[in-house]
């Protein structure tokens, strides 16, 4: 059974850091792009940051120079670096990733579970 879990979330104040980590496990024989989104009350779930395979990165134009995206192939592990948390950027956090997998043959998109940040004072 393949599953992504988060870890990492938790309350911070306005300028604080967080780090998230999301570890894929299963029969995985290749992991292509993992992203995080994020969900905030009442809004639409949105893409934050993605890497690549090859370790591109892009960022959503409100996280540009405080997030960082990286990954660990080793591990099968991404994770999210949030430096100057504002209280805008409190929401759930979900992984999300392109997975070939043995049971499936095939390459599917997966979901974690999601884990909260919540930034104030």
């Known amino acids: 059974q393949v599953q992504l879990v988060e870890s990492g979330g938790g309350l911070v104040q306005p300028g604080g850091s967080l780090r998230l980590s999301c570890a894929a496990s299963g029969n995985i024989l290749t992991i292509y792009t993992m992203r995080w989104y994020r969900q905030a009350p009442g809004k639409q779930r949105e893409l934050v940051a993605a890497?690549?395979?090859?370790?591109?990165?892009n960022y959503a134009d409100s996280v540009k120079g405080r997030f960082t995206i990286s990954r660990d192939n080793a591990k099968n592990t991404v994770y999210l670096q949030m430096n100057s948390l504002k209280p805008e950027d409190t929401a759930v956090y979900y992984c999300?990733?392109?997975?070939?997998?043995?049971?499936?043959?095939?390459?599917?998109?997966?979901w974690g579970q999601g884990t909260q940040v919540t930034v104030s004072s």
């Open positions: 999300n990733a392109d997975l070939f997998t043995r049971a499936t043959m095939s390459t599917q998109n997966y």
């Open positions: 890497i690549t395979a090859g370790g591109s990165t």
